[in-house]
């Protein structure tokens, strides 16, 4: 190893200055990236309720990222450790959840038993004490296999619901594929600054999901979503619009002959930026937006859409929208598009007909692809009752509409049947 003196080794290192907000290119002066650097991470902040360990090698990966500016190959290293810190943070999470008592479903001999554990390496060393007698562990009353290890770790907090969306399950999937790449590497890589600051990012979503704090605006376990009261218009010109009804008060009246329809949506993100990309595919029965919209009034007038504001008064809301259920009907052949199951329960006489589809999915495209290609042959979609595995989707059941009302029921608690009206925006775009 060749001895470096204290002054060079003080030194910026080439390859990180080439990246700065821009991309690569150019070269960024070296307290200039320090600082660029240390802020693509500054907003990285766990729970307070995250348990001490876990905090801990999260702190020490941040303060480790920032000498990336000075050696290249620190975000390499935060990267591999990063992927490491998942499963430490499943194993802390364990622990609290099971506050020193782990109960198993024996089938050698048939019963229920429970065991004191102070660490979890005493989990481990009970798991391979048991497993000649084919243990299985109790969580929420429902007993899955449990090997001690990522795997298992990952369907315990699903099973105990503190992991949550369908679309993130694919995540866990390649994040626990690369992990298991960096606990036996068979080839040499390198990763880059947005690599790391990504990977922490990951890794801080999911360790506060765990601990029962979504994160605002995030890619994998996100937080609901603030929806504001906005009134929809179009004209016989052409004209489409969509803003608030405050703002609809402010223009100067004139003649018009435009229709509007109030609802209650989310539109923008605490930036500002525009996030539903689906607005006017509005339908007041099918979901066919990207984030959930309520009807709440319309179509008529301006005036008269003003006038039921300001006597209803109709309030803001947050709203989930990962793990909907959706019901998709099916005649002759034909898939529907996806409804809510308050709406399915209005339906009347022949609109209860055909078989139904019952899936929970994060988004209604997700849930239609899988309830149209179903049957296609080399696709691979689950038919019966589990996750699918082509695709980001729970099979919950298919049947008449009664019965897949009764499996809603039970995935989400009573249901209040509404009835809106069969009203689609006529800018209706598809559904991608």
Not at 101 to 126: G, M, N, R, Y
């Amino acid at each position: 190893m060749e001895i470096r003196p204290l002054q060079e080794l003080q030194a910026a290192d080439e390859m990180s200055l080439a990246f700065n907000p821009f991309g690569l290119g150019g070269r960024m002066r070296p307290e200039d990236a320090a600082e660029f650097q240390q802020s693509q991470i500054a907003e990285l902040v766990l729970s307070d309720r995250v348990a001490e360990g876990t905090r801990r090698s999260f702190e020490r990966l941040r303060n480790v990222y920032a000498y990336g500016v000075l050696c290249y190959d620190m975000y390499t290293l935060v990267s591999d450790a990063a992927l490491l810190a998942f499963e430490q943070a499943l194993r802390d999470r364990f622990m609290e959840s099971c506050a020193g008592t782990v109960t198993f479903s024996l089938a050698e001999p048939e019963e229920i038993d429970s065991f004191t554990v102070t660490s979890f390496e005493d989990v481990t060393h009970l798991v391979k004490r048991l497993r000649r007698r084919k243990a299985r562990l109790m969580v929420n009353g429902t007993p899955i296999p449990f090997n001690g290890m990522l795997a298992g770790l990952r369907r315990w907090a699903r099973t105990a619901g503190l992991l949550r969306g369908r679309r993130s399950i694919g995540i866990e999937d390649s994040l626990a594929d690369l992990r298991n790449h960096v606990a036996h590497p068979t080839r040499h890589q390198v990763d880059t600054p947005v690599d790391a600051a990504r990977t922490l990012s990951d890794l801080a979503e999911f360790v506060n999901q765990l601990w029962g704090e979504p994160t605002v605006g995030g890619r994998h376990f996100p937080a609901p979503l603030a929806r504001e009261i906005l009134a929809m218009s179009w004209g016989p010109d052409g004209r489409v619009g969509l803003e608030s009804p405050e703002a609809l008060r402010q223009q100067p009246h004139s003649d018009d002959d435009a229709q509007y329809v109030l609802i209650r949506a989310f539109l923008r993100d605490r930036r500002g930026r525009r996030e539903e990309p689906h607005w006017m595919n509005f339908d007041g029965r099918y979901e066919l937006t990207r984030y959930p919209v309520d009807y709440l009034w319309g179509p008529g007038s301006r005036d008269e859409a003003l006038a039921w504001h300001t006597e209803h008064r109709p309030q803001e809301d947050a709203i989930d929208f990962v793990d909907r259920v959706f019901l998709l009907r099916e005649v002759d052949g034909r898939i529907h598009h996806p409804m809510r199951p308050e709406v399915a329960a209005g339906l009347l006489g022949d609109e209860r007909s055909g078989t139904w589809h019952a899936l929970r999915a994060d988004y209604p495209s997700d849930a239609f692809v899988h309830a149209r290609d179903r049957g296609e042959a080399g696709a691979g979609h689950t038919v019966r009752p589990g996750d699918c595995t082509a695709c980001s989707v729970e099979v919950l059941g298919s049947g008449d509409l009664n019965q897949l009302l009764d499996t809603a029921t039970v995935a989400l608690g009573d249901l209040r049947p509404i009835r809106p009206p069969a009203l689609r925006s006529p800018f209706e775009l598809g559904v991608t």
